[in-house]
């Protein structure tokens, strides 16, 4: 996003008050939207006159800092103010005149504009509490123009990528435009026609969608969802039969791949995508992903508001066996859910070392069935990540079945599946490795927790987003 151009045209009488705006705009600047020029910028030797004509030319927004001084000085008012008025009569700059202090204008070249603040009250004047109050009025009505600026900007651009057929390059300009004006209609259509151009229909829809919540009468977005819903229905469709072929020879590679390509260039569903090469990995080694596809999987993870990772703990590892610790945290590291669970079976030293749970940690904890709804509701609003869901699935599954209680599905991913094959490796790797690698190493027995286990599946999770190795690579067969 290239900064718009700000020319402060004043006299010097005002330079205090140039510098009270300047800070309520400073925020605008921080956020890279602006870049602000006046006089005092001159570098030193350079020819002032001509330095400031080139930056008055350039600027897409002037403001004139309207005062007594600035009205009697020739060359502000006489050659700035004249130069930048032309340029706005031309439509290449906005001119924005602020009344600083009282002085009669009207009749001025500038008097046909919108004078701020509103109502043509002066900054200094007792109509405003402190400077503060009335810089900050005059700024919120130069950041909307400056939002506006960043729009024309960025669908002017979007129409070059577009019809250069680099709709990916158009979206991420839409994207980051709409975060400064989040319902801009204009921009959501775009945004809309971007995803649709690249075949992510779904993703389209949702966008036509929250068009419609803003504009209900829109009917070109009322058409193009049409329009995103045939093509959805025509993906159903060929997905449905991609997934018969596997069915049909779920021995051979080419239905896998051939999903797989479907998948990566159809759609965004990472999870799936995923599953299929590793159905495709397990018939034929040499089958590859690009670690990108792993890098944006993980970042479309962390982008979800109810994920969490899981943790339980356990008295060994039979089917007899019992958990004795739930936990999940957030992505920021955070607890979402932490309880010991008393079972009928002492903890094991051995258990104790490896957990640091021992039976006084279970002395007061709920037993399982008391426990077992408020953990079916955690399961049920997360999105759950755990170095090995399988087991964790079979440990509750079998908690259940022996307490007679209702088993519930639990949405998540192996993350220990997910970092073998990123790395291309044919083996699993220890949790503690994989930390260990990645500089993130967890404390040895008996002092590491489910906690340290679990900020472990964080950090090996920020590695695969950050493109970063997990292990060596692998160089030979595994026996």
Not at 109 to 124: H, N, S, T, W, Y
Not at 255 to 274: G, S
Request: negative net charge; charged residues 25%; glycine residues 4%.
């Amino acid at each position: 996003m290239t900064p718009v151009s700000i020319f402060f045209c004043y006299a010097r009488e005002d330079e205090h008050l140039r510098k009270e705006l300047e800070k309520q705009l400073k925020v605008l600047k921080h956020q890279q939207l602006i870049d602000m020029w006046y006089d005092r910028e001159i570098n030193a030797g350079a020819e002032w006159e001509r330095e400031i004509d080139q930056h008055l030319n350039a600027a897409q927004i002037i403001l004139l800092l309207i005062s007594p001084d600035f009205m009697d000085s020739d060359y502000c008012y006489g050659t700035e103010m004249k130069r930048a008025m032309a340029r706005h009569e031309q439509g290449e700059t906005q001119v924005i005149p602020i009344l600083l202090r009282s002085v009669h204008w009207k009749g001025a070249p500038f008097a046909k504009l919108q004078l701020l603040p509103d109502e043509g009250r002066p900054i200094v004047s007792l109509g405003w509490h402190s400077l503060d109050e009335a810089f900050f009025a005059v700024a919120e009505v130069i950041r909307e123009r400056v939002i506006a600026l960043h729009i024309q900007q960025t669908k002017k651009l979007g129409d070059t990528y577009a019809g250069a057929g680099q709709h990916d390059k158009a979206l991420v300009i839409y994207e980051e435009t709409l975060q400064l004006a989040p319902d801009n209609t204009d921009l959501t259509s775009l945004k809309g026609l971007a995803l649709y151009s690249l075949g992510r229909y779904q993703e389209a829809l949702q966008v036509f969608d929250h068009l419609l919540s803003i504009d209900p009468g829109n009917g070109q977005a009322i058409k193009n969802r049409k329009a995103t819903l045939l093509q959805i229905e025509r993906d159903m469709a060929a997905l449905s039969a991609l997934n018969d072929a596997i069915l049909l020879n779920p021995q051979k590679l080419k239905p896998y791949i051939d999903k797989l390509n479907f998948l990566l260039a159809k759609t965004k569903h990472y999870a799936e995508i995923l599953d299929t090469f590793e159905d495709a990995f397990k018939l034929d080694a040499t089958v590859s992903l690009s670690p990108l596809v792993y890098t944006e999987w993980a970042r479309r993870l962390f982008e979800k508001p109810n994920l969490a990772f899981l943790e339980i703990d356990t008295t060994g590892l039979k089917d007899d066996d019992e958990v004795i610790r739930i936990l999940l945290l957030d992505r920021h590291g955070k607890p979402i859910f932490n309880t010991f669970i008393c079972g009928d079976k002492e903890v094991p030293a051995e258990i104790s070392i490896i957990t640091g749970i021992t039976d006084k940690h279970l002395f007061q904890a709920p037993a399982l069935t008391d426990a077992w709804e408020s953990i079916r509701q955690v399961f049920g609003n997360h999105y759950v990540i755990s170095f090995n869901l399988e087991f964790d699935i079979e440990m509750l599954e079998a908690a259940a079945e022996r307490y007679s209680l209702e088993m519930y599905s639990i949405s998540g991913e192996c993350l220990m599946r997910r970092a073998m094959l990123y790395s291309g490796s044919h083996s699993y790797s220890k949790l503690s490795d994989l930390c260990a690698y990645i500089g993130r190493p967890l404390p040895d027995y008996p002092h590491r927790t489910a906690f340290h286990r679990a900020k472990g599946q964080i950090a090996v999770l920020e590695a695969i987003l950050q493109n970063k190795r997990l292990e060596d690579p692998y160089e030979g067969p595994s026996y």
